[in-house]
């Protein structure tokens, strides 16, 4: 079926530092999300991207993140600067359209801030 | 707001048995609701669906899940599991609003033993 992938698999940085968490979805699919799993809790809804913009996002999605999708490249989420808190992984997911159409999720992408 | 509570967190059994993992929702309008597959290290997978029409939905892998508005509940069911479907089963809701994201449980881990 349809991939996500997400790179890197794992990233490590001390905090305040900045990291870019990348996502290659569906080729034609043009809703994008970002999910935050934190071990041992729920995964939980950060944003939902259309169009080049943020059409929805969640109390989580704090002034220091940030998403953007440059040319049809990469879907990506910037931290800046990073906090311990936001340690966890995150999911990466698309949808060829909004309404009932099923989600797609990558692999996650492992966050450790030291 | 939804919530969604997965009772079970973790089920064991043997090949060959039938398997029935339990989802219980809190929503006040129409409702989307799906269940997703997450084997270790890979991405969750779509299972099934359900939005509208007829209240059991068939999935793949011989999946299925019966919405109970009445129950505010969407079971899913398998009538004879295999050893590949050892992994973690999450129930996940949405209301109207595609843009908001999926409201996941815990999710219940499935152990399947020969």
């Known amino acids: 079926g349809p991939k996500v992938l997400q790179i890197p698999s794992h990233q490590i940085i001390d905090m305040g530092q900045m990291v870019t968490l990348n996502c290659d979805p569906v080729?034609?699919?043009?809703?994008f999300y970002w999910y935050k799993q934190i071990l041992g809790q729920q995964m939980e809804f950060l944003v939902n991207?259309?169009?080049?913009?943020?059409?929805?996002k969640s109390k989580l999605f704090k002034d220091q993140f940030s998403v953007e999708r440059p040319d049809g490249s990469y879907f990506t989420l910037k931290i800046q600067p990073t906090a311990l808190e936001d340690s966890a992984v995150y999911f990466c997911?698309?949808?060829?359209?909004?309404?009932?159409?099923?989600?797609?999720f990558g692999p996650g992408t492992r966050l450790t801030v030291l | 707001t939804q919530t969604v509570s997965q009772s079970d967190a973790h089920v064991t059994v043997f090949e060959g048995d039938s398997v029935e993992l339990r989802c219980n929702y809190s929503?006040?309008?129409?409702?989307?609701l799906s269940w997703y597959i997450q084997h270790h290290g890979r991405g969750l997978q779509f299972l099934l669906k359900?939005?509208?029409?007829?209240?059991v939905v068939q999935g793949v892998n011989g999946f299925e899940a019966e919405f109970s508005k009445s129950d505010s509940s969407f079971h899913l069911r398998k009538a004879s599991v295999h050893w590949s479907d050892s992994a973690v089963y999450f129930c996940a809701v949405r209301g109207n609003n595609y843009a908001q994201g999926l409201t996941f449980g815990l999710g219940t881990r499935v152990s399947v033993f020969p």
């Open positions: 359900y939005y509208s029409g007829n209240p």
């Open positions: 997911a698309s949808s060829k359209t909004g309404g009932a159409r099923e989600q797609y």
């Open positions: 080729s034609n699919h043009l809703y």
């Open positions: 991207f259309y169009n080049g913009k943020v059409m929805e």
């Open positions: 929503y006040g309008g129409s409702i989307y």
